[in-house]
């Protein structure tokens, strides 16, 4: 593709999360829209008539499986494959916090991780695209105000509302707290790569979140 080096050098990991973000989120859409599931448009609906034990549909169960792979696999990626950023640290805790509130939500039959997994709203937020890619009105809305408005108002109200003894209420919702502080910082990131290009700081397009030369060097 004619490359820099140092783009090249980013295309893999690039190229991976583009297919696996394409796939999972078709499920994801599949399992919304294509099933009898009403968690898109009812989403306290996934504490209805919960108990502890309850089997997991298997169609659940495999997107489980699946998210808990991918976030196992990008601790690791993010530690010692992926370019090395400015908010790899804060990436890492990502992982953990996605990873553990899709396991114990399973291990435990809670809903928590499976209303924000089925949402797709605990994914990656770098996402697989550049900044420019990521300005688009779908990264604010799915983030700072459907999950807020569906995800959180779900798991600290309704939750309550409905299974008034649930466990784990403090623990799960802490987490989801933490991710919601992530989708913010992020976001950030986006507004000041728009400051820069409007303020003419940019002659070309970067990721404000690389090191420069001489950061790299210190680094």
Known sequence: CNLQPKD????PESAWK??????SWSYGIYLLF????????DPPSVFY???????VPTDIAIAYLLQCSFYGHSIYATAYMDTWRKDSVVMLLHHVVTL?????????????GKLCWVLRLSRDPRGPL???CSLCPGRFWFRLYWFPLKVLYAT??????????????????ALLLVLTLMNIYW????????????????QEVNDVREYDMEDSKKT
């Open 8 to 11: 090249a050098a980013k295309m």
């Open 18 to 23: 583009l297919l696996f973000y394409t796939l």
């Open 34 to 41: 294509f099933t009898d599931y009403p968690f898109f448009y």
């Open 49 to 55: 008539d919960w108990k502890k034990g309850m089997d």
């Open 100 to 112: 553990t509130l899709i396991a114990f939500s399973y291990a435990f039959r809670l809903c928590w």
């Open 130 to 132: 550049n900044p420019p």
């Open 156 to 173: 600290c109200y309704s939750s309550l509302q409905l299974v008034p003894n649930i466990p784990f209420y403090f623990f799960f919702n």
């Open 187 to 202: 976001f950030l990131y986006i507004v000041l790569f728009v400051a820069k290009v409007l303020m003419g700081q940019m």
